[in-house]
Nanobody, 124 residues
Framework: QVRLVESGGGLVQAGGSLRLSCAAS????????RGWFRQAPGKEREFVAA???????YYADSVKGRFTISRDNAKNTVYLQMNSLKPEDTAVYYC??????????????????WGQGTQVTVSS
């Protein structure tokens, strides 16, 4: 079973940047890729970005052109580079392991793979 730990969140002004990390341990490549989701207070968890081990990447329309998902195989880590941050990007960000052929829904991810999340706050 893969275990994931997110880090890198913080407080940043609008227009700033942050890089989130999702470090894996255990069966690190036993699934189909990694995804990032976020959840703001009172809202449902929403898809942000995903990467399959083939290298194919996917983004939500709201972050396309501003966020980039990448990986470092040697470190068993997937990153989410977030640029031009907006106040509406404020949320807890989670990573998880893709379980099958889809990637935009929470149910597309291995249930026990979700990390504890990292808070991102963007001030205006």
């Amino acid at each position: 079973q893969v275990r994931l730990v997110e880090s890198g969140g913080g407080l940043v002004q609008a227009g700033g940047s942050l890089r989130l990390s999702c470090a894996a341990s255990g069966r690190t490549f036993s699934n189909n890729g990694r995804g990032w989701f976020r959840q703001a207070p009172g809202k449902e968890r929403e898809f942000v970005a995903a990467m399959r081990w083939s290298g194919t990447t996917y983004y939500a329309d709201s972050v396309k052109g501003r966020f980039t998902i990448s990986r470092d195989n040697a470190k068993n880590t997937v990153y989410l580079q977030m640029n031009s941050l907006k106040p509406e990007d404020t949320a807890v960000y989670y990573c998880a392991a893709i379980s099958g052929g889809y990637h935009r829904r929470v149910d597309d991810y291995v249930r026990d793979s979700w990390g504890q999340g990292t808070q991102v706050t963007v001030s205006s």
